[in-house]
């Protein structure tokens, strides 16, 4: 039994030793803040004079500073936010005087238009057929019937009466009788103002792969150049990545982008949205993106209908713009008319105008709606969309 005993004596040695270390313990925490422990924090922040705190610095302690962690193990440690640096933001050209920029570019397209009249009416005893040749270079470059026989017989009347083929009388003929058919005196400002409490709404629509979610994002940047706080609204929500392209448009020059990050999402819904956050934030401007469509699925021209009927219960649309290829010809005619007949169309912004010969379409397009081209595009760079200037148009048409 003597063996038994010495085992006794030793379990009874190492509880006590046991028991005094828990109850040291628990003295320990009890005598330190009442039930919880204070986590200090760990970063170091420069002080007065370059010296650096540390966080057990009781002067160095402000209110938020410490973690509290519950003894019983319920309590959650949060990190401190990290503070972004912001991103720095684009400042857009200014948009005045934009397109006497770029006339080098648009005159590279559609000078032969100019080139080729010219060539023509200048070497004098015009002919018929010579004539006939007129009236086709005026066809290719997209002016259309009506206007091309108008123009024709106004440089028949000329000619004959003054009996010249001096160039510089020539050029001049042609280009007073082009810019009276683009007409200057049409009004091409586009609405972008504070009226009556509301931000100004631009609707922005047309057929696919025109460009119309490029264009808002440009043209958010002309608007921004002349200092407006604009919104874009992302109500083109079939196409995955047209709310991301936008957004992305948006955050280089510090406008908002209000989308639906769930796809096939109502349109009219998100339009709505995008209004009312305008009205909230007292926008200058909202810019409404809308999914491409065929001009002939009527089920998708009666949602443009209903997308404009929806805003206006927020604030009344201002401005539709409606998205054409300059280089599709009558086949965009066609389609511009269903889109009239659809919405009242205010505007018409001309894309992909550096690549074509075809600037006639200028003057078709607006006999045919009514309405003004008031932007055109000459270009990739984000800053190559235009206010129409119809003396810089036909000045980089005739030279």
């Given at each position: 039994?003597?063996p038994?005993n010495?085992?006794?004596?030793?379990l009874?040695?190492v509880s006590?030793v046991?028991?005094?270390?828990?109850?040291?313990l628990?003295a320990?925490v009890?005598?330190?803040?009442?039930g919880?422990?204070t986590l200090?924090?760990t970063d170091?922040?420069p002080?007065?004079?370059?010296?650096?705190?540390t966080?057990?610095?009781?002067?160095?302690r402000?209110?938020?500073?410490?973690?509290?962690v519950?003894d019983?193990?319920g309590?959650?440690?949060?990190e401190?936010?990290?503070?972004e640096?912001?991103p720095?933001l684009?400042?857009?050209?200014?948009?005045?005087g934009?397109?006497?920029?770029?006339?080098a570019?648009?005159?590279?397209?559609?000078s032969a238009i100019?080139?080729?009249?010219?060539?023509l009416l200048?070497?004098?005893?015009?002919?018929?057929?010579?004539?006939?040749?007129?009236e086709?270079?005026?066809?290719a470059?997209?002016l259309?019937?009506?206007?091309?026989t108008?123009l024709?017989?106004?440089?028949?009347t000329?000619?004959?009466v003054?009996?010249?083929?001096?160039?510089?009388?020539?050029r001049?003929?042609?280009?007073?009788?082009l810019?009276?058919?683009?007409?200057?005196?049409?009004?091409?400002?586009?609405a972008?103002?504070?009226?009556?409490?509301?931000?100004?709404?631009?609707?922005?629509v047309?057929v696919?792969g025109?460009?119309?979610?490029?264009t808002?994002?440009?043209?958010?940047?002309?608007?921004?150049a002349?200092?407006?706080?604009?919104?874009f609204g992302?109500?083109?929500?079939?196409?995955?990545?047209?709310?991301?392209?936008?957004?992305?448009?948006?955050?280089?020059v510090?406008?908002?982008?209000?989308?639906?990050h769930?796809e096939?999402a109502?349109p009219a819904?998100?339009?709505?949205?995008?209004?009312?956050?305008?009205?909230?934030?007292?926008?200058?401007?909202?810019?409404?993106d809308?999914a491409?469509r065929?001009?002939?699925?009527?089920?998708?021209?009666d949602?443009?209908?209903?997308i404009?009927?929806v805003?206006e219960k927020?604030?009344?649309v201002?401005?539709?713009?409606?998205?054409?290829?300059?280089?599709?010809?009558?086949?965009g005619?066609r389609?511009a008319?269903?889109?009239?007949?659809e919405v009242?169309?205010?505007?018409?912004?001309?894309?992909?105008?550096?690549g074509?010969?075809?600037?006639?379409?200028?003057?078709n397009?607006?006999?045919?709606?009514?309405v003004p081209?008031?932007?055109i595009?000459?270009?990739?760079?984000?800053?190559?969309?235009?206010?129409?200037?119809?003396?810089?148009?036909v000045?980089?048409?005739?030279?």
């Amino acid at each position: 039994m003597g063996p038994i005993n010495e085992l006794w004596e030793i379990l009874a040695l190492v509880s006590v030793v046991v028991l005094a270390g828990l109850a040291a313990l628990i003295a320990l925490v009890r005598g330190r803040g009442g039930g919880t422990t204070t986590l200090p924090r760990t970063d170091r922040r420069p002080g007065p004079e370059g010296e650096v705190l540390t966080d057990d610095r009781e002067a160095d302690r402000r209110p938020g500073d410490d973690v509290e962690v519950d003894d019983r193990g319920g309590g959650v440690a949060v990190e401190e936010p990290v503070v972004e640096e912001a991103p720095t933001l684009e400042r857009p050209a200014s948009a005045r005087g934009r397109l006497q920029r770029l006339r080098a570019r648009l005159a590279r397209s559609n000078s032969a238009i100019g080139n080729a009249l010219l060539a023509l009416l200048s070497r004098g005893g015009l002919d018929e057929a010579d004539w006939e040749l007129v009236e086709d270079t005026l066809l290719a470059s997209d002016l259309g019937v009506e206007a091309t026989t108008e123009l024709v017989d106004a440089l028949r009347t000329q000619v004959k009466v003054d009996g010249t083929s001096d160039p510089s009388q020539v050029r001049q003929w042609l280009h007073d009788d082009l810019l009276r058919l683009v007409d200057p005196t049409l009004d091409r400002r586009i609405a972008a103002s504070r009226t009556d409490g509301h931000p100004a709404v631009i609707l922005v629509v047309g057929v696919n792969g025109t460009g119309k979610t490029t264009t808002v994002g440009k043209l958010g940047r002309v608007l921004v150049a002349e200092d407006k706080d604009v919104l874009f609204g992302a109500a083109d929500t079939f196409r995955a990545a047209a709310a991301d392209q936008l957004a992305t448009w948006g955050e280089r020059v510090g406008v908002p982008t209000v989308r639906s990050h769930q796809e096939g999402a109502d349109p009219a819904s998100v339009a709505f949205e995008a209004v009312k956050a305008g009205v909230e934030l007292e926008s200058d401007v909202v810019i409404i993106d809308t999914a491409g469509r065929l001009h002939t699925k009527k089920g998708l021209m009666d949602e443009l209908g209903k997308i404009k009927r929806v805003i206006e219960k927020q604030a009344p649309v201002g401005e539709v713009l409606l998205v054409l290829d300059a280089t599709t010809g009558q086949n965009g005619m066609r389609q511009a008319e269903e889109f009239a007949r659809e919405v009242a169309i205010t505007g018409i912004v001309l894309t992909k105008m550096d690549g074509t010969a075809k600037g006639g379409i200028v003057v078709n397009v607006q006999r045919k709606l009514g309405v003004p081209v008031k932007l055109i595009g000459l270009g990739e760079g984000p800053d190559d969309l235009a206010p129409f200037d119809p003396e810089a148009f036909v000045d980089a048409i005739v030279g």
